[in-house]
T-cell receptor, first 120, second 116 residues
């Protein structure tokens, strides 16, 4: 299967600082990456869809100026949480997909291992 | 809007036994995909099985199989010969087939416990 990595896996920061999370597709080119947020014991909530070379599409209720997404290459997307506050503490997960791939890879999203953010 | 419902917040199964996790969904689309993802304590989302809506044959992956009932909009997951490593959160997910990448809609999850 396709492999997606995230860095860092764990981050603690002070309130008011910005945090950048990287999502990389290691063995395939991801034309689209998705960013999710997951609170404890809850399901995944889609925050935004990121297409390579285009502006991200944000879900309703997600502040695009607070959660900056950049998808500058086919293997890397970044999520920057700007001026982080304790309520931004959560588990952030990215996934990657390339619908132009052959076979079963094309319709499947492959997930990174997630990044746990704690804002003090 | 598409919705995915998992009505069982928790399930328990004995090792080596069989368990079925339920999932229903609501959509007006005819061409879509359905997935079951597993999230163990590490929180890494792992694809368990996928089903294409236009295929009548139920998908099977080793000990995992689905019962896909398109008319009833039901997509249950059967785990046979349950193992301790199967203990995890299981999420049912739906994605419409647009020919391009499109977002997944997840259910609320079912926590599966496997006992000795």
């Amino acid at each position: 299967g396709a492999v997606v990595s995230q860095h860092p896996s764990w981050v603690i920061c002070k309130s008011g600082t910005s945090v950048k999370i990287e999502c990389r597709s290691l063995d395939f080119q991801a034309t689209t990456m998705f960013w999710y947020r997951q609170f404890p014991k809850q399901s995944l909530m889609l925050m935004a869809t990121s297409n390579e070379g285009s502006k991200a599409t944000y879900e309703q209720g997600v502040e695009k100026d607070k959660f900056l997404i950049n998808h500058a290459s086919l293997t890397l997307s970044t999520l920057t949480v700007t001026s982080a506050h304790p309520e931004d503490s959560s588990f952030y997960i990215c996934s990657a997909q390339n619908p132009r791939l052959a076979s079963i890879l094309q319709e499947t999203q492959y997930f990174g291992p997630g990044t746990r953010l704690l804002v003090l | 809007a598409q919705t995915v419902t998992q009505s069982q917040p928790e399930m328990s199964v004995q090792e080596a036994e069989t368990v079925t996790l339920s999932c229903t969904y609501d959509t007006s689309e005819s061409d879509y995909y359905l997935f079951w993802y597993k999230q163990p304590p590490s929180r890494q989302m792992i694809l368990v099985i996928r089903q294409e809506a236009y295929k009548q044959q139920n998908a099977t992956e080793n000990r995992f199989s689905v019962n896909f009932q398109k008319a009833a909009k039901s997509f249950s997951l059967k785990i046979s010969d349950s193992q301790l490593g199967d203990a995890a959160m299981y999420f049912c997910a739906y994605r419409v087939n647009t020919g391009t990448a499109s977002k997944l809609t997840f259910g609320t999850g079912t926590r599966l416990q496997v006992t000795l």
